[in-house]
């Protein structure tokens, strides 16, 4: 079965620029997404289609694209940043999600 | 405003059965395709199913396909999902969310704010 592969923990401090990656094979061809998921909330699509951002996302979310790694990037972090950030893909008609990536911002 | 409205969850027995509802309001229901997820407590996120804007076409995942059947009615704005030979790595917060197609792909926004199903005995 296709898997998503993210780091489980990431640190930043604030003001500072952040990347978290995701690999999967042939990710680049899966136009893969970000979700955002803070403590005892709903998760929040931040990033679709590897690089655009909904509206109402800050611009300091950005997403791009390498072959088999997705990068989701915030730039100038805030503390209200601090949160899980999942990668998702879908494969054979089936959804993916990474492990997800905890943020940290100290 | 969009608003996705999940009901249904509760305490059940391994084996038992449960159906969830998801009332949604502020789009036009009938011209999205939707989905389930869950997430285990302490846990990350799983895709459980997807379903079409006409219903005539359903996703599972592989840990439910054969238990789990989605649905949707649209004249009503509501998704459901209906959940069979429950097991206790079932416990989870069950999450509606809108599916938005485009370019071959899609992805879900926004979210519905969950309800939990336990199974134990």
């Known amino acids: 079965s296709y898997e998503l592969t993210q780091p489980p923990s990431v640190s930043v401090s604030p003001g500072q620029t952040v990347s978290i990656t995701c690999s999967g094979d042939?990710?680049?061809?899966?136009?893969g997404c970000w979700y955002q998921q803070k403590p005892g909330q709903s998760p929040v699509l931040v990033i679709y289609?590897?690089?655009k951002r909904p509206s109402g996302i800050p611009e300091r979310f950005s997403g791009s694209n390498s072959g088999n790694t997705a990068t989701l990037t915030i730039s100038g972090t805030r503390t209200m940043d601090e949160a899980d950030y999942y990668c998702?893909?879908?494969?054979?008609?089936?959804?993916?999600f990474g492990g997800g990536t905890k943020l940290t911002v100290l | 405003e969009v608003q996705l409205l999940e009901s249904g969850g509760g305490l059940v027995q391994p084996g038992g059965s449960l159906r969830l509802s998801c009332v949604v309001s502020?789009?036009?229901?009938?011209?999205?395709?939707m989905s389930w997820v869950r997430q285990a407590p302490g846990k990350g996120l799983e895709w459980v199913s997807s379903?079409?804007?006409?219903?005539?076409?359903?996703y599972y995942a592989d840990s439910v396909k054969g238990r789990f059947t989605i649905s949707r009615d649209n004249s009503k704005n509501t998704l459901y999902l209906q959940m069979n030979s429950l097991r206790a790595e079932d416990t989870a917060v069950y999450y509606c969310?809108?599916?938005?197609?485009?370019?071959?792909?899609?992805?879900?926004?926004?979210w519905g704010q969950g309800t939990l199903v336990t199974v134990s005995s």
């Open positions: 998702q893909a879908w494969d054979s008609s089936t959804g993916v």
């Open positions: 502020g789009f036009t229901f009938s011209a999205y395709a």
């Open positions: 289609q590897h690089t």
């Open positions: 969310a809108k599916t938005i197609e485009g370019g071959g792909h899609s992805w879900f926004d926004p």
């Open positions: 042939k990710l680049g061809d899966k136009y």
């Open positions: 379903i079409s804007v006409g219903g005539g076409t359903t």
